[in-house]
């Protein structure tokens, strides 16, 4: 009964590549994130779905490009993946965007570049 | 950019200590939010504290939000191992805008 679920759990791949994160939750949600977190566990936010419209980009790179076939789903594309790009990327899910409405977490990739 | 400062950014203790760690910034704040992150798995909000000088009390951890709401303090009576973890003090400015995050305090309560 996983809320937030990501997959892979681990990616590990060639500069150049491209590359997909999933998520889905499956709380009802209307909005779900992305989230960076680098090498000294800095979390900084990337996109934003509400309802399937993009909210913000939090300049990133337009190599990264998320889609959302639907509210319960939130996936991340990555072309020309770069060394840069190495981290632990977070899927977040949260009913509405009021400003203390709780994000739920999913465990998060970590993404490897060669 | 609000800017949330977290102290300190890392704390090893004995098991059965107590520790207070901090969240500071020059900004007011309608609201503050305490996530906890375990080794390999995502954020876990502990609580939000809304109202200046309030306090949240959860089990062993009771969360403190300054009188000025620019800052918040985290205490951990009589710490056990399975507090270990990355605390994280968050602010949202709301309408889909994400989680603004500190640097965290990274906790290690040694048996």
């Known amino acids: 009964d996983t809320a937030v679920s990501q997959t892979p759990k681990y990616l590990v791949t060639q500069m150049g590549n491209d590359k997909s994160i999933k998520c889905e939750q499956n709380?009802?949600?209307?909005?779900m994130y992305w989230y960076k977190q680098d090498s000294k566990k800095f979390l900084k936010i990337m996109f934003s779905?509400?309802?399937?419209?993009?909210?913000i980009n939090e300049t990133v790179p337009n190599r990264f490009s998320p889609k959302s076939p639907d509210k319960a789903h939130l996936n991340l594309h990555i072309n020309s993946l770069e060394l840069g790009d190495s981290a632990v990327y977070f899927c977040?899910?949260?009913?509405?965007?009021?400003?203390?409405?709780?994000?739920?977490f999913g465990d998060g990739t970590r993404l490897s570049i060669l | 950019t609000q800017l949330l400062e977290q102290s300190p950014q890392f704390l090893s203790i004995q098991e059965g200590e107590n520790l207070t760690v901090y969240c500071n910034s020059s900004?007011?704040?309608?609201?503050l939010q305490w996530y906890r992150q375990e080794p390999g798995e995502g954020p876990v909000l502990l609580v939000t504290?809304?109202?200046?000088?309030e306090v949240k009390k959860l089990k062993r951890l009771t969360f403190q939000f300054g009188d000025a709401r620019k800052d918040s303090s985290l205490h951990i009576t009589a710490a056990q191992p399975g507090d270990t973890g990355l605390y994280l003090c968050?602010?949202?400015?709301?309408?889909?805008?994400?989680?603004?995050f500190g640097k965290g305090t990274h906790l290690i309560i040694q048996p």
């Open positions: 968050t602010y949202s400015g709301g309408g889909a805008d994400g989680l603004t």
């Open positions: 779905y509400n309802n399937k419209e993009l909210i």
């Open positions: 709380l009802g949600h209307d909005t």
């Open positions: 900004s007011v704040f309608s609201s």
């Open positions: 977040a899910s949260s009913h509405g965007t009021g400003v203390n409405q709780p994000q739920h």
């Open positions: 504290v809304v109202t200046g000088g």
